[in-house]
Every structure is written in structure tokens, then in C-alpha cells.
């Protein structure tokens, strides 16, 4: 049996939510809240499995009762619904430790689904977070190869992503040739390439 508590300040919605929850005989209801600023006690008192956390509720929002729980259970499973489909909730939610996010406009007819692909070891998503997780990867992975490079790394590459020869970037940065040469080698090792090419698509290409 898998114990789900559900936290939803919205009544008709947490009854729906927790009526969903009895009528499937591999689940059981682990507590059903209108808020979250006892999440701590309650599942130290009820002990689920999984927890369905709407993010909008009095007291405190979803995300600091995510944070919360995670301190001290952090096997517990959570899967945010919400209506909120921005990237800084998404990205804080995931930070917090949630491990799936659901859009209520769909999450009824895909909760159970949702709560056995997360104990399967999943990541239930609605299709269109999903595509924005994957585009706030992309964007991390971008600034993460920006920070590797220094501001001296940054200027070489990208006069030599447009086309000018060794010769001409120490003319343009002012130190000579083998000097050039020791920045693109150090840009090598960052980047994990092998060519100005693949250095100039790296960086350039991504942002």
C-alpha cells in the first residue's frame, strides 16, 4: 500500500483529491491538509509515502514546507499541483527536493499514474513542464561553460569565432602569439574539445 497525504487549501479540490485516493485499493490516505505549517509533526505522526503539495496555501507556501520535510524525511516522495507554471516556481520547486510537478488543470486524470511512476523511481511531469525543465537545463548547462571561461578566455574565443587568425587576436588583445596559444590550450581543457570549432559551437552556439 502506498500512503499518500495531500496538502490543498482549496476544500473541493482536496475532497476530490483524497476521494481519488480511497477509491484506489493500492493506496491509502495518509492525511489530508489545508495548509503546511505543521508538514513536519504530520508526517512524523502519519508517515507517507507520497504527498501531493499544492504550492498557493496559508502560512506557507508549498515550497518552504517542501524544504521543511526534506530536512527530515527525505525519502518522502513530494509532487507539486499547482496552477503556477513559471520557471522560478518550477526551478524552486525542484530545488526544494519535489520530484514531480503537475498542472491542476490535468493532474485529476493523471494523479494515480503520477503517484506510482514517482515510487517506480520517476519524475511525473505535465508535458508542458517537462519542456520547461528540459529548457532550464540547457540554460544551466550554458551558464555553467560561462563561468569556466575567464574574461581574457571569453574575448580570445570569441574574436576567433569570427574568423580572425592567431596573429590577429594578440594584435587585438595585446600579447603575442604563444600567449594566444596558452589561452585557447587552458579553453581546450574547459571546454573538453579539441578545436576552435568545436570551442566556438560549445559556447556560441548554445548561448
Wanted: with cysteine; glycine share 6%.
Amino acid at each position: 500500500m502506498i500512503k499518500v497525504a495531500i496538502y490543498e487549501d482549496n476544500l473541493a479540490l482536496r475532497n476530490t483529491l483524497s476521494e481519488i485516493i480511497r477509491s484506489n485499493t493500492d493506496f491509502t490516505l495518509a492525511g489530508e491538509f489545508g495548509h503546511c505549517l505543521d508538514v513536519v509533526n504530520n508526517c512524523r505522526a502519519f508517515q507517507p509515502d507520497v504527498i501531493i503539495m499544492d504550492l498557493d496555501m496559508p502560512g506557507k507556501s508549498g515550497i518552504e514546507g517542501v524544504k521543511e520535510l526534506k530536512k527530515e524525511f527525505p525519502d518522502i516522495e513530494v509532487i507539486i499541483n499547482t496552477v503556477f507554471d513559471d520557471d522560478n516556481r518550477i526551478f524552486e520547486a525542484i530545488q526544494a527536493g519535489a520530484t514531480g510537478y503537475l498542472l491542476k488543470k490535468n493532474s485529476l486524470s493523471t494523479l494515480i499514474s503520477s503517484i506510482q511512476e514517482v515510487k517506480a523511481g520517476g519524475s511525473p511531469m505535465s508535458p508542458s513542464i517537462a519542456r520547461k525543465v528540459l529548457g532550464l537545463q540547457k540554460e544551466k548547462s550554458a551558464v555553467n561553460i560561462f563561468k569556466e571561461l575567464s574574461e581574457k578566455e571569453m574575448s580570445i574565443l570569441e574574436h576567433l569565432s569570427k574568423g580572425l587568425s592567431y596573429k590577429m587576436v594578440a594584435t587585438e588583445c595585446n600579447i603575442s602569439i604563444d600567449t594566444v596559444r596558452t589561452y585557447i590550450k587552458r579553453i581546450y581543457e574547459k571546454l573538453q574539445v579539441h578545436s576552435v570549432t568545436e570551442a566556438v559551437h560549445k559556447v556560441f552556439i548554445k548561448k
